[in-house]
């Protein structure tokens, strides 16, 4: 395809980017209705946190769709917004029942899905499965009760901006000095 056949289609940049993103974003939150239709609320955490993290070791661009915002691009946005707004129903319903620790936060499946990059990265040819045993490691962490306090959460900003810089391969301003 030429570029002005391209353009002709996609006369801005956002809007090429949303074609090309838009099936994954609608994956994204057809997971999080499916998790939600699940009648035993650990269940449907954990099925979620799952396939989220399937959908990740398929496609190792998720992450940069999960983090990319595009404000003009209000069908992505709402479709971000309504699987944000069903994990955090999902997170309430497993504390509910009792199966999900109370310290758990939605930041938590950020740290998830950025250590589950890590591994993706690291096994991708040697154990391209190594990733499923750090979910069940995981779930299992999250499962309660509790075995102890934890660390506090990063905050949204810093954890959104680490999320952006692996997914575009950019280390921290940082990396590689000594303290």
């Known amino acids: 395809m030429g570029i002005a056949t391209l353009f002709r289609h996609f ?3 956002e809007e090429l980017v949303v074609a090309v993103v838009a099936d994954r974003m609608e ?3 057809q ?5 939600l239709a699940d009648p035993d609320p650990w269940h449907g955490f ?6 989220v993290c399937a959908m990740q070791a398929a496609d ?6 999960l983090t990319m915002s595009l404000p003009g691009a209000q069908t992505l946005e709402e479709l971000r917004a309504r699987a944000y707004e ?3 129903e999902l997170i309430g ?3 509910d029942s009792g199966q999900l620790r109370e310290d758990f936060t939605s930041r938590d499946l950020v740290l998830l899905l950025t250590a589950n990059a890590g591994v993706l990265s690291a096994t991708a040819d040697a ?3 190594a990733w499923r045993r750090l979910v069940a490691w995981m779930i299992q962490s999250f499962q309660a009760p509790a075995r102890g306090r934890l660390p506090d959460p990063p905050e949204d900003a810093a954890l959104y901006e680490a999320m952006r810089r692996a997914s575009h391969g950019v280390s921290s301003p940082d990396a590689g000095k000594r303290r």
Do not use: C, I, N, S
């Open 31 to 35: 997971a999080t209705a499916e998790a």
């Open 93 to 95: 319903r497993a504390k």
């Open 86 to 88: 069903g994990f955090l």
């Open 46 to 51: 954990t099925g979620y946190v799952h396939k």
């Open 60 to 65: 190792r661009g998720f992450a940069d769709v």
């Open 127 to 129: 154990a391209p499965d």
């Open 27 to 29: 994956a994204y939150a």
């Open 11 to 13: 006369p801005t940049k």
